[in-house]
């Protein structure tokens, strides 16, 4: 696997993988990024590269809208332990909605 920013071929997998000088450079955990959008994008770029969610998912405008409003609550409350769940979460209805509509 590879880290998320800066492409470094890391030993281990982790649930949202950084490898040290980015974890560093974000203060020692994705969790303390105070950018939502940044925050997403890891996520889903993760969740890809664990296969969980498809290579070429993307979400709506609107989706991206909402679920970074969510984002920003579960951060500003320090609530970051749920964070990752959340996102998979979202991603994984929106995905399941997108493909029952059809």
Do not use: W
């Amino acid at each position: 696997m590879k880290c998320l920013k800066c492409g470094l071929e890391l030993n281990s997998s982790y649930d949202t993988p950084l490898c040290r000088n980015c974890e560093r450079e974000q203060g020692g955990t994705v969790f303390k990024l105070d950018n939502p959008s940044e925050v997403l994008e890891l996520h889903i770029n993760s969740q890809k590269e664990h296969g969980n969610l498809p290579k070429d998912f993307e979400l709506s405008d609107d989706a991206r809208t909402e679920i970074k409003i969510m984002i920003y609550k579960i951060l500003e409350r320090g609530e970051s332990s749920v964070l990752s769940n959340t996102i998979f979460g979202y991603c994984s209805g929106y995905l399941r909605g997108k493909t029952e509509t059809k």
